[in-house]
């Protein structure tokens, strides 16, 4: 057991780049959303790509550059920017990844992670999905020399 805890302990930087969503659903007959994605890692640390606008199916291409152990779960969170400020109307959908299971946090690589969006706890349906490149930084940030 200690071993597992030892190895858990491990935190690298790890680089999300949010690429892209296809195919989200389109909740309303003469509009299409403003997509944006919210990152949280373990709950806690968050970041947020920019909305665009009128699309089904956004490219993004942003990079987030966060902290993460072999435990960490990211959730990317999928919105609509004209809705989200209307509670539970503005939801997309989301995944819930674990990182160990696509790259390894103590060597280091990448992935791309591809999933279909879910729902949360309500019942508005969801369709689409979700691309994420993962890519783990090895070795520690060195300090900085002056």
Known sequence: ????????????TLRITVLAADNLYKRELFRLPDPFVVI???GAQTQTTKA???TLSPYWNETFSVKVKPSSVI?????DQRKFKKRGQ?????????????????TGGEA???QDLKNSNNSDPV?????????????PAAPEEE
Not at 1 to 12: C, I, K, L, P
Not at 127 to 139: D, P, T
Request: charged share 15%.
């Open 1 to 12: 057991m200690s071993d597992a805890t030892e190895s858990d302990g491990v935190t690298r």
């Open 40 to 42: 949280t890692v373990d």
């Open 52 to 54: 665009l606008k009128r």
């Open 75 to 79: 959730t990317a969170q999928v919105f």
């Open 90 to 106: 503005g939801f997309l959908g989301v995944i819930n990844v674990q990182v160990s299971q696509h790259v390894n946090v103590q």
């Open 112 to 114: 791309m992670v591809t």
């Open 127 to 139: 369709q689409g999905r979700l691309a994420l490149q993962f890519n783990v930084i090895a070795e």
